[in-house]
């Protein structure tokens, strides 16, 4: 097996840049992740504030989260925090609550066995003075601490299956994805500690990787969602080399549990650039992978599949731009609907059961088969077939069926899913959506008119119709 730290990402060299030269303060950090911070470095303990906040101060925006990286192990986090709980087992890590705030820490990840040593004590590889001062307890944190007898393993493909490994600080920056996330904070001075030169990729708008591409993604596929993902919110470049490394371990990603590819698809897709993120991953060959039964059906840019997919995510990025409420179930229910819609025109012309029998059984077929690769939980896939039932529904509109409709608990996001098809596919379908708008609009007198209107008739009978006479009790 090859080794997973390669030699570029042991010449990692530290860079120290002193407060007052980068903006990043204490007023931009909450005063939760600041208070743990201190704590940890009053018992003795080296603690940095890591990655995402610091990348994104750089970047004029404001941190939302607030990482933690530590020489502490978990248990010794456990012990300076009674709000502390411990998680994973991939790799431990502690959880520091205030109420709905949580703070992540985590121990300095190290190199796993399979690694060779040598490189780790050359003093090319070490950072500056500053950055290498790491405490005497860090040094005699046992790199190859394990729980439940658990060690740090990889597959047959290079993919980092347990990784409970604990090191130093210069091991943890070789340990990171990207260039812009092996930067630290320290509270006790405001100075930044940057191993890999990620101020410069930032100031460049690239993204780059700690070490050679192709050996990062098959340690964790993951990592080339995360390079979409980084490039689509922060509008930062992904290199050609970089595009085509993805290209080639695409594959991989089927490797991914689908639990977690559904939380990486949420950050992908319900952040506020999803449209950019899909074309992305489309570009990569990503998207066929995390929604294969669409592989097929996306054949060109002018496709009605391709057109719903990007009108709802417009749609939906405008929504969250706008601090307006979203719903994974609705992203969900969009890309699936034609491969439903085809599969029951299969299951009809294979089997000749009626439309509807069809229609229930693709819908449960092609959930099936979605949730192999993403695990799409109950309280999203029971209202996506609610939504698609509905489409079926929204077309019966007579009696008292249209009153009973709009009290349905998922009729709006019914609506506006099928007022986003009727703009896509014209016809029929749109004459539909704005039959369903108006009704929504017009007061109850006028509804009665235009279910009325439907059959032709003034009370809502078909032209021609009898009216029904009661019948006549009978004499005693």
């Avoid at 992740?33 to 101060?57: E, F, P, Q």
Wanted: with cysteine.
């Amino acid at each position: 097996m090859s080794e997973l730290v390669s030699p570029k990402q042991r010449s990692l060299q530290a860079k120290v840049i002193p407060a007052g030269k980068h903006p990043m303060t204490f007023d931009d950090i909450s005063d939760n992740a600041l208070s743990v911070l201190r704590r940890l470095n009053s018992k003795g303990y080296d603690a940095y504030l890591v990655g995402g906040c610091i990348r994104d101060r750089l970047m004029g925006k404001t941190p939302k989260d607030f990482d933690i990286a530590t020489n502490a192990t978990p248990e010794q986090i456990k012990a300076c925090f009674k709000n502390c709980r411990l998680i994973g087992r991939r790799f431990r890590l502690a959880h520091i609550v205030f109420g709905r705030d949580i703070i992540e820490v985590a121990t300095f990840r190290g190199h796993h066995e399979g690694e060779t040593g040598k490189d780790n004590d050359d003093k090319s590889s070490k950072p500056v003075e500053k950055a290498a001062a790491i405490s005497q307890r860090d040094k005699k944190v046992d790199r190859r601490e394990r729980f439940d007898g658990i060690k740090s393993k990889t597959d047959t493909h290079g993919q980092l299956v347990r990784d409970n490994v604990f090191g130093s600080i210069d091991e943890d920056a070789e340990r990171r994805d990207f260039t812009f996330n092996a930067m630290y904070f320290s509270a006790k001075d405001q100075s930044i500690i940057d191993f890999a030169n990620g101020h410069q990729a930032i100031a460049e708008k690239r993204i780059e990787m700690i070490g050679d591409n192709q050996t990062r993604f098959r340690e964790d596929p993951v990592r080339m969602l995360r390079a979409v993902r980084f490039s689509a919110k922060l509008d930062m470049q992904i290199p050609e080399e970089m595009q085509k490394d993805i290209k080639e371990c695409a594959h991989l990603l089927a490797n991914i549990p689908p639990a977690r590819l559904f939380e990486e698809a949420l950050k992908l897709l319900l952040s506020g650039f999803g449209l950019h993120a899909f074309k992305l991953l489309h570009e990569l060959g990503l998207f066929n992978l995390l929604f294969p039964q669409l592989s097929h059906l996306l054949v060109d840019d002018s496709c009605r599949e391709r057109k719903l997919i990007e009108k709802v995510l417009v749609n939906t990025d405008n929504r969250i731009n706008n601090d307006l409420r979203v719903t994974p179930a609705f992203i969900f229910a969009a890309f699936l609907w034609y491969p439903v819609e085809e599969r029951t025109q299969q299951i009809m012309y294979e089997s000749g059961i009626s439309e509807y029998d069809a229609f229930t059984i693709a819908v449960g077929e092609v959930m099936h088969r979605q949730v192999q690769r993403i695990m799409i939980p109950k309280r999203f896939s029971i209202p996506i077939k609610e939504i698609w039932h509905l489409q079926k529904r929204l077309t019966r509109r007579f009696g008292r069926r249209p009153y009973v409709l709009l009290g349905h608990s998922r009729f709006r996001a019914a609506f506006d899913f099928l007022e986003i098809r009727g703009q896509i596919e014209g016809g029929d379908l749109l004459e539909l959506s704005q039959w369903w708008h108006e009704f929504q609009q017009v007061q109850p007198e006028q509804q009665k008119v235009m279910i009325a209107a439907l059959r032709g008739g003034s009370n809502g009978r078909p032209i021609g119709a009898k009216k029904r006479r009661p019948k006549k009790k009978k004499a005693n």
